[in-house]
């Protein structure tokens, strides 16, 4: 990929607005080279309707394909329900104590989500839930300990890019001590680095070994890590990311519209601060503001107040990971699409959690 400053939409992952391109989306995803899509449940009706959108977008692409993103964790966090197979919270299929299940969820959800173009999961949640009264996160995470979360990371990881999809740890540097909600305020972590060290960093520790993709940055004060600054805004906690995990791969900051860093900075500047403190991507849920971000970002090169070899590196990053998974992409053929749903695997699988439940009772 060629350095100059039109590749720096390369670096952004915004939403859109509905459930097909408006022509001021085409223009933007095109003019700006723009590096993927996130997806919502507002932009789904349909398996057969999510590829022709899919297809719509990566008709706009440049060298590579955008990457096409979702969270769709299971349990309660998924954007897309219609034909999609709904499965148990994490927390509630990790009481099986199989690891085995766990992949075999993984590599369903890759199959029905790749069926539609969906390139990218924004998961799983590597969070410990040492904290019972957390409601962002509660039964998202695997479990309540180091030791268990970490025995599941591996297998969700290898049955999500076993089957089609990339994955991205999350939520850096551990989400599930909380009581706040990022999307409305700043959460205040008080864990001291000994504990983030030998607790929160684990499961994130066994999904860069596990070849995960990408991580994502949380939006947390981790006073252990730095006193001033948001996780995602903080050199200090992408060093340690980096160092502790031995991540060499792409970091993505989480959605940077979230009230913990809106209600504190304008657009323009966190996106230049995530920027030089060391992630690679933003993520952004409306189109408006990634513009406002990028255009932040081409003055701060500009003006030097973002070093020009760093935005190479990031780049290099982006570059290496769609060159190794995207480059042979192909339009979904539509008329297809029904056979990667309502599979025997998923059948199997629910039947074997509703029994387990049943043997409970």
Do not use: W
Request: hydrophobic content about 40%; overall charge neutral.
């Amino acid at each position: 990929m060629r350095f100059n400053l039109d590749n720096y939409g390369q670096l952004i992952i915004s939403g859109i607005k509905g459930t097909t391109l408006l022509p001021e989306e085409v223009d933007f995803i095109k003019s700006e080279k723009l590096g993927g899509i996130i997806l919502f449940s507002h932009n789904f009706e349909d398996p057969a309707q999510l590829a022709e959108l899919v297809n719509s977008i990566q008709k706009l692409r440049d060298e590579y394909p955008l990457f096409i993103s979702v969270d769709q964790e299971g349990g309660r966090v998924v954007r897309f329900k219609k034909h999609f197979t709904q499965f148990p919270s994490m927390l509630d299929l990790a009481k099986l104590d199989s690891p085995k299940l766990v992949f075999e969820v993984h590599q369903v959800i890759a199959k029905e989500l790749a069926a539609c173009g969906i390139n990218l999961s924004f998961s799983p949640v590597c969070d410990i839930l040492t904290n019972p009264e957390n409601k962002v996160i509660g039964d998202r995470a695997y479990g309540t300990d180091a030791e268990t979360v970490e025995k599941y990371i591996s297998a969700a990881i290898r049955g999500l890019q076993t089957s089609g999809l990339l994955s991205c740890a999350k939520h850096f540097p551990g989400h599930g001590g909380t009581t706040q909600d990022s999307h409305f305020e700043l959460p205040l972590v008080k864990t001291s680095l000994a504990e983030l060290k030998s607790r929160e960093v684990i499961p994130f520790i066994k999904a860069s070994k596990s070849r995960v993709e990408f991580m994502m940055m949380a939006h947390l004060m981790v006073d252990a890590l730095d006193e001033k600054l948001p996780t995602s805004l903080s050199p200090r906690a992408y060093d340690f990311l980096r160092q502790e995990t031995k991540f060499t791969k792409i970091v993505i900051t989480d959605d940077m519209e979230m009230k913990a860093i809106t209600d504190r900075f304008s657009i323009e500047e966190a996106a230049v601060m995530a920027m030089n403190a060391g992630t690679d991507m933003l993520l952004y849920r409306f189109m408006e503001d990634a513009d406002k971000a990028l255009k932040a970002i081409r003055e701060g090169v500009k003006k030097r107040t973002i070093k020009k070899e760093s935005m190479l590196e990031k780049l290099g990053r982006v570059e290496r990971c769609k060159k190794e998974f995207l480059s042979n992409y192909q339009p979904i053929y539509i008329p297809k699409i029904a056979e990667d749903f309502n599979s025997q695997e998923a059948k199997k699988i629910l039947a074997q959690y509703q029994a387990s439940q049943t043997t409970k009772v």
